[in-house]
T-cell receptor
């Protein structure tokens, strides 16, 4: 049981390049989330999904797009990377919990550097 | 905006001592959760306390919640070097499908 798997773990991009981060979970969870973590800022929510085929914006969605075509996968895309998007990105998932927000299961992170 | 705010931001203690961290929040919550993050790793869930609970224990962890003061504390008793990590509180709001995380407390346990 792998849990939440993020690929790639490390990536260096040049300004203006595009890339996609993949998050895969094998726990049949409905909810999936993308956070970014920056020094002194804690975790900030970028986008999230409450089920297959649905996505919603979080706190800091600008410059990112997401897709949830399959229940187990949640993709985070950067169409034109900027140095401000240098960060560590975390994917998380959780099961439905009676309409409330319970425990999140996190991946190990993807460290992105934009030059 | 960040819902949880931990205090103090950094804590250095000797092995065997207790470590206490506080978290404050601004709006009514459904539950509050604490997570641990070891250096270079993902976050791991430690404990969840519901809004109608005042105290909860899990092993060497004790969490309290005071909804009148909109604050929570995490106590780690008899700390070990392996407890060295960053600790985050996160709040779940009614009718909201997300968690809002605080900025984190860095705890260093000196052997």
């Amino acid at each position: 049981n792998a849990g939440v798997t993020q690929t790639p773990k490390f990536r260096v991009l040049k300004t203006g390049q595009s890339m996609t981060l993949l998050c895969a979970q094998d726990m049949n969870h409905e909810y999936m989330y993308w956070y970014r973590q920056d020094p002194g800022m804690g975790l900030r929510l970028i986008h999230y999904s409450v089920g297959e085929g649905t996505t919603a914006k979080g706190e800091v969605p600008d410059g990112y797009n997401v897709s949830r075509l399959k229940k187990q996968n949640f993709l985070l895309g950067l169409e034109s990377a900027a140095p401000s998007q240098t960060s560590v990105y975390f994917c998380a998932s959780r099961p439905t919990w009676g309409g409330r927000t319970g425990e999140l299961f996190f991946g190990e992170g993807s460290r992105l550097t934009v030059l | 905006s960040q819902q949880g705010e931990e205090d103090p931001q950094a804590l250095s203690i000797q092995e065997g001592e207790n470590a206490t961290m506080n978290c404050s929040y601004k709006t009514s919550i459904n539950n509050l959760q604490w997570y641990r993050q070891n250096s270079g790793r993902g976050l791991v869930h430690l404990i969840l306390i519901r809004s109608n609970e005042r105290e909860k224990h899990s092993g060497r962890l004790r969490v309290t919640l005071d909804t009148s003061k909109k604050s929570s504390s995490l106590l780690i008793t008899a700390s070990r070097a392996a407890d060295t990590a960053s600790y985050f509180c996160a709040t779940a709001i009614y009718g909201n499908n997300r968690l809002a995380f605080g900025k984190g407390n860095q705890v260093v346990v000196i052997p």
